[in-house]
């Protein structure tokens, strides 16, 4: 039973534009959640967090938002760079980070020139 | 800084041998973790550990096993290697959720 979901596995975008990709959870225990981007053949680089107490972060152009009744939260990439391109991880985690990470299974993004 | 280093980078196996992934971090992570990446699966994980001398199992912990004896490492062990354990393996660090994880750059491990 996978408790994080990225239900697009792509999504594209053009240079300039707002990225806006999405996550879904299941676990009510999850106190933190985390966007991470990866590029082929490299370790995840962490992006933003957010607790569970909050419903907006923001971070240069990035901003994530939880929407906790509905167990959804967002990415949003504003304005969207041809170096956004990458596949990006949700992840949740309880214990504030000690239990290690659920993960989603992703969304390549592609910025379209 | 060197962050989290793992080695290998590659590996393959031969069907029932055991081998030793090794990560290593020098930010004075209490949290670390391992996590295996599969095609189509996201990664998941393996084990992880809050502190020395303190592990415990994750989503998929069958054929791993582990030990945290100092703070900087966390080696990851294979007893008896099998095709199933093909994938890309990754080892993280941590002070805490509002720092994220920090990421190896991975070992990819082939058991023919």
């Known amino acids: 039973d996978q408790q994080v979901k990225q239900n697009s596995p792509s999504l594209s975008v053009q240079e300039g534009r707002i990225s806006i990709l999405n996550c879904d959870y299941t676990n009510s225990m999850f106190d933190y959640f985390l966007w991470y981007k990866k590029y082929p053949a490299e370790g995840p680089t962490f992006l933003i967090s957010i607790s569970s107490i909050k419903d907006k972060n923001e971070d240069g152009r990035f901003t994530v938002f939880l929407n906790k009744s509905a167990k959804h939260l967002s990415l949003h990439i504003v304005p969207s760079q041809p170096g956004d391109s990458a596949v990006y991880f949700c992840a949740a985690t309880t214990g504030g980070g000690a239990d290690g990470l659920t993960f989603g299974k992703g969304t390549h993004l592609i910025i379209q020139p | 800084n060197a962050g989290v280093t793992q080695t290998p980078k590659f590996q393959v196996l031969k069907t029932g041998q055991s081998m030793t992934l090794q990560c290593a971090q020098d930010?004075?992570?209490?949290?670390m973790s391992w996590y295996r990446q599969d095609p189509g699966m996201g990664l998941r994980l393996i084990h992880y550990s809050v502190g020395a001398g303190i592990t415990d199992q994750g989503e998929v912990p069958n054929g791993y096993n582990v030990s945290r004896s100092t703070t900087e490492d966390f080696p990851l062990r294979l007893l008896s290697a099998a095709p199933s354990q093909t994938s890309v393996y990754f080892c993280?660090?941590?002070?805490?959720?509002?720092?994220?994880?920090?990421f190896g750059s991975g070992t990819r491990l082939t058991v023919v």
């Open positions: 930010m004075n992570h209490e949290y």
């Open positions: 993280a660090s941590s002070y805490g959720h509002l720092y994220g994880y920090t």
